[in-house]
């Protein structure tokens, strides 16, 4: 991203607008039915059915260690890849989709907080009346390698289907 222009999704999370790079977005959907999975780690929201895909959903509220939000109709999930796997994550809401030029990224600062291991970079974005500070996500840093193995396992299961006249008698 550093060398030329990048688009990049803008979100929220809290209080908190991110960004994460066009490219690594394969698509934005509402929340869907999220099914709970016995003895997963915690950081795994749970899975859900996305046109006959099992696609494991992160919520970043809970990954940031912030407190959850009550069910709201601005939150969606962004459908990105990590290491070549479909990832949901959870969002407060989408805002826009903002130009980069090759210089505007700035280096995430020294003492940044435990989340800096999760950006690639901070960004001034010019709005009337001033400015906000946008994070731009690297998604290869949102999980660890077992992280990932552990979603690749997931990705793998069989998914039951029911068929509901079958429970009918």
Known sequence: MADEEAKVVTFTVATESY???IADVMEIIPVLPIVKLPETPPWIEGLVDLRG???PVLDLRHRFKLPPLDDSPTRCILVIDVHDQALGLI????RDVVRLGPSSVLPVPPGAGTRAR???GIVRIPEAGGHRLLMLLAPAELLSQGEIETLASLEQAPLLRVDP?????
Do not use: N
């Open 19 to 21: 960004g994460i790079d």
């Open 53 to 55: 895909t099992i696609l």
């Open 91 to 94: 969002v407060d809401a989408v």
């Open 118 to 120: 999760f950006l690639g």
């Open 165 to 169: 006249d079958a429970l009918d008698g």
